[in-house]
């Protein structure tokens, strides 16, 4: 009898311990879970070679005819974590977030790009229900996703932009991967797509849904005269555009108002990190434009190498360049404004150096650079916090509204200089949760969610201590019952 209740008793201890490893192991793998995401970036060539060759294949685009140029840079000094976030902290918010705009029902994929027509609509460019991720295009530059044909939804919405209502829309059944969308003096929309290496010029508002002009050829990346993922365009009163042709040929072109070419300039260097001495010309993604009219210049976001580089639009002459090390190493997008004697409004993207040095200190914001101090004046975020993905920013001529494109989440901002913002209810505060930030891929990659969704944290947090008050209540019941029949063969043999 007493090898007995031994035998129980070392059952009784291998189920407490048995759910005592379940309770560990429920609780804890959720919880790893929820702080990894889908891979955004490549990894580093001492995890993953072929990883880092893929890198280096999409930004030297690889098939396209233009190879990466090596370049010995000088090594800047960099600031410590520390210097960086005491100065980032030191920065005002002078725009307050209009967290009730746009309106709830406006659905949206991931935005890429925002402008305003002539009605001072703000007009975006969104991708609906397409990812770009890792598989999009091969090594060569090829979209691989032309079966599914051309997303049937509106990709242009223009949104009032008092309460955010969508006034107008269209773009149904013609681009496959929305890229750069701009409104010319003239209320004509440009547009291009990635996917299909080509630029378009629509009518006001769409017009009948054809373009009146398109360059390059779809679905065939090239240099010359043919383009290989454009990503933005600029248009001057007298008609004449520009066209940032970026991810593989790294290179600025000027055309006619008809649409024959003028002149190109930038040759394709990829460093990883960015420089204040990076060379003249050279770009790593050139991703986004923006005219100084004062000034006559045409300036571009060079993504990759974390500056914005600015060049006479007469003849592409370099002028001058824009960087600060608290924007870091990586500059999607920027936007002029001739408010206050002339400013560069900035957004930036997560993780300095493609994730290759994580130790170098980074936080997403839109930031306020001053062109003539070249020093940054303010910097501003949804409720004050960081961005995650933000692609694209606006801003008006007055300086007063700023409105930020983001992939993921897929959201418009608002943003109104805080001179004229009024009080916001806290009722009308929708989500703007600051979790861990979903490291995007060197190409843009966005979860294709359409609406606002609530987030399963509460749910998840909620089931797991159910779970863990119930394991704590086994335990207990199996140890009151161990020490009961203890007790009760301790009266049998006294």
């Known amino acids: 009898m007493h090898s007995t209740d031994s035998a129980k008793c070392q059952g009784s201890k291998s189920l407490a311990i048995c759910c005592l490893l379940l309770h560990l192991l429920l609780f804890i793998r959720p919880a790893v879970s929820q702080t990894q995401s889908p891979p955004r970036y490549l990894q580093n060539a001492d995890n993953n070679s072929n990883n880092n060759e893929r890198l280096h ?57 925002v402008s305003f027509d002539l009605a001072g609509n ?65 209320d ?93 010309n050279f770009f790593a993604i050139p991703h986004a434009l923006t005219l100084v009219p004062e000034l006559q ?21 370099f002028h001058s360049q824009y960087h600060n090390q608290l924007i870091g190493d990586r500059l999607f997008s920027m936007a002029y404004t001739p408010a206050a004697g002339g400013q560069l409004v900035i957004v930036n993207g997560p993780a300095a150096e493609l994730g290759i040095h994580p130790e170098h200190y980074n936080e997403v914001h839109g930031f306020v650079l001053s062109m003539r101090s070249k020093q940054l004046v303010s910097k501003f ?18 300086g007063n509204e700023i409105y930020v494109a983001e992939l993921n989440p897929m959201r418009i901002h608002k943003f109104v200089h805080r001179s004229l913002a009024k009080p916001m209810s806290l009722s009308a505060t929708k989500d703007s949760s600051n979790s861990a930030i979903n490291r995007a891929v060197v190409m843009d990659q966005a979860t294709p969610e359409a609406v606002h969704h609530p987030s399963g944290k509460a749910i998840l947090v909620a089931s797991l201590m ?26 049998i043999y006294a």
Not at 383 to 396: C, I, M, R, S, Y
Not at 467 to 486: C, D, E, M, Y
């Open 381 to 398: 975020g949804p409720n004050n916090l960081e961005f995650q993905n933000p692609h694209d920013v606006a801003v008006t001529a007055d």
């Open 57 to 113: 294949q999409i930004l030297k685009g690889s098939g396209a005819g233009s190879g990466a140029t090596q370049l010995n840079w000088p090594q800047p000094t960099k600031q410590n974590n520390h210097d960086i976030k005491t100065e980032l902290a030191k920065l005002n918010s002078t725009y307050v977030y209009q967290n009730a705009w746009p309106a709830n029902n406006v659905k949206l994929g991931a935005v890429t790009a």
């Open 297 to 317: 210049l045409l300036c571009a976001a060079d993504r990759e190498n974390g500056r914005v580089q600015c060049f006479s639009w007469n003849n592409g002459t």
């Open 188 to 280: 004509n929309v440009w547009l291009t797509d990635v996917a299909m290496h080509q630029v378009f010029k629509f009518p006001p508002r769409g017009g009948d849904g054809k373009p009146v002009l398109t360059l390059g050829d779809a679905f065939q990346p090239g240099s010359g005269r043919k383009f290989c993922k454009p990503t933005s365009v600029a248009v001057l009163d007298n008609g004449d555009f520009f066209v940032a042709d970026g991810y593989c040929n790294a290179r600025i072109l000027k055309y006619s108002r008809e649409g024959e070419l003028i002149l190109s300039w930038g040759r394709n260097s990829f460093s990883g990190v960015s420089y204040d001495v990076a060379p003249k």
């Open 122 to 186: 703000v007009v975006i460019f969104h991708r609906v229900d397409r990812v770009w991720g890792q598989n999009t295009f091969d090594n060569m530059n090829q979209f691989q996703e032309k079966y599914r044909g051309p997303i049937r939804e509106s990709t242009v919405l223009a949104l009032e932009p008092a309460t955010g209502k969508v006034q107008y829309d269209w773009g149904k059944n013609f681009f496959y991967m929305p890229h750069g969308l701009t409104v010319d003096p003239e």
């Open 466 to 491: 159910l779970l863990f008050a119930g394991s704590t209540f086994a335990l207990a019941l199996i140890f009151a019952r161990r020490r009961k029949r203890v007790h009760a063969r301790s009266q």
